[in-house]
């Protein structure tokens, strides 16, 4: 019975990801340009430490903009009206996330310039 119910939160963790991916044109954005910080990498053969560090911005990028995603419908849940700290809460969300994807393209840079020229 735990294993079946084990194996069933990662069917709801899926169903979690497609909606994500169908639903939020942000995390679409996110999804192309990690594809092309693949081939980047590819291209330009980074190392094992690279990929590690390219491995990780790209799931947390994409864990972080879902999270968002899912405290913009929590609060758009919670109410209607408009409440200033409903605007706070989904604001500073949407700030970590354009923390997150500023430190990622500058980590980006210092990988990638070097190899490039």
Not at 11 to 20: D, E, P, S
Not at 47 to 61: D, P, R
Request: aromatic letters at 10%; charged letters at 15%.
């Amino acid at each position: 019975m735990m294993m079946r119910k084990f194996l069933r939160s990662f069917r709801f963790a899926t169903a979690g990801i497609v909606t994500a991916f169908k639903r939020e044109q942000n995390i679409r954005f996110h999804l192309i340009a990690a594809i092309i910080v693949v081939l980047a990498g590819c291209l330009t053969r980074i190392s094992h430490v690279e990929w590690f560090v390219v491995i990780l911005l790209i799931a947390g990028m994409l864990a972080l903009e879902m999270v968002n995603s899912a405290i913009e419908r929590v609060v758009d849940l919670a109410t209607t009206d408009f409440q200033p700290l409903a605007k706070q809460a989904k604001d500073m969300a949407a700030g970590a996330v354009l923390v997150f994807a500023v430190a990622s393209a500058i980590i980006g840079l210092l990988i990638f310039l070097p190899k490039w020229f």
